[in-house]
Structures are given as C-alpha cells and as structure tokens.
C-alpha cells in the first residue's frame, strides 16, 4: 500500500511513520493488556476482555480503513513473453540484484541471526 500510495522521494519517511505507529501501538497495548489478564473484569477473566477489546477495536480499525482510504487504480500486468520458467528466471536475476547493495545483505544477515 505504502509503494502504490506515496512517490519514490517519501516512500521512506512515509514508511518509517507506519512502523513507528505500530511499535507505538504495540507498546501500549502491552501496558494495558498484561497487567489486566491476571485480574478479574466484571466476573470474566481478564484475559478474555483484553482478547475481546483488542479484537474489537481491530474491527474499528479495519472499518475505518476501509471507509477512508482510496485504493489507487491498478494496471492490468504486461504481457509476458515466452513461459513460466522465463518469468521466474526473471525473477531471480532481479532478485540476485538485490545482493549486490550492501545494506540489503546487512538486513538478511541481521534477519538470519536475529
């Protein structure tokens, strides 16, 4: 969404943004989920109201989105020539491309050894 939405020049900020949200997001729904599922919330456990809350905002949440955003046009793909097998050697010369810029092969590492 992020690629189809915004011009090469943002691409970046506009990512960084999105994950800061969702680290944010994450940050405070452990600080208010963990310390109610071991308490008790209006007779439940309370993990279930915790489990039914962050579902329950999540359908919000997806409500909105789809209510709010205007998903940009989509091209037909290109005709392809030649078969199957063309298309994914394409593919992986293009991803082999990839391994030639250094910090892509610093974040597959990093992913590797965590």
């Known amino acids: 969404i992020i ?3 915004t011009g090469e020049a943002k691409r970046g900020k506009v990512f960084g ?5 969702l680290l944010f997001g994450m940050f405070i729904t452990t600080m208010s989920v ?3 599922a071991s308490e008790t919330v209006m007779g439940f456990h309370g993990w279930r ?7 329950g905002i ?3 949440v997806s409500a909105l989105i789809m209510v709010f ?4 046009p989509h091209t037909p793909p290109e005709a392809t020539e030649g078969n199957a097998c063309h298309a994914v050697g394409h593919e992986f010369k293009s991803l082999a491309k990839f391994f030639t810029i250094p910090t892509f092969c610093v974040m597959i590492m990093q992913g590797v050894f965590g």
């Open 69 to 72: 955003m205007v998903e940009p």
């Open 34 to 36: 963990v310390p109610m």
């Open 3 to 5: 690629a189809d939405m």
């Open 49 to 55: 109201v915790a489990f039914v809350l962050v579902g």
């Open 17 to 21: 943004r999105v994950q800061s949200a």
């Open 58 to 60: 999540s359908v919000i």
